[in-house]
């Protein structure tokens, strides 16, 4: 189960909200605002755990062309990370 979170609404959030009602699949959507009280909100759901952030990968600052590449094959199953040092 879990919470697709995303501050701006587009194809991708549809189709994953869409696609929690197939059987085996649960998941809800939420949309918050770009506004300092929402992302408070968030980042305390964060810090209590009631959200969690799944890290596909990490690349380091140096390798964001391999890491825009992954994105775009579009294989990541979670986050990808730019790790600035």
């Not at 009280?37 to 380091?60: C, I, N, Y």
């Not at 140096?62 to 294989?75: F, G, R, V």
Request: charged share 20%.
């Amino acid at each position: 189960s879990g919470i697709y979170v995303n501050t701006l609404p587009d194809a991708t959030i549809i189709a994953q909200l869409l696609s929690s009602f197939l059987p085996g699949r649960k998941a809800r959507s939420m949309w918050v605002k770009q506004s300092a009280a929402d992302m408070a909100w968030m980042m305390e759901q964060l810090r209590t755990g009631s959200v969690k952030v799944h890290v596909d990968k990490v690349f380091p600052l140096d390798q964001a062309k391999e890491a825009l590449a992954y994105s775009e094959a579009e294989s990541a199953r979670g986050k990808i990370v730019l790790a600035v040092v």
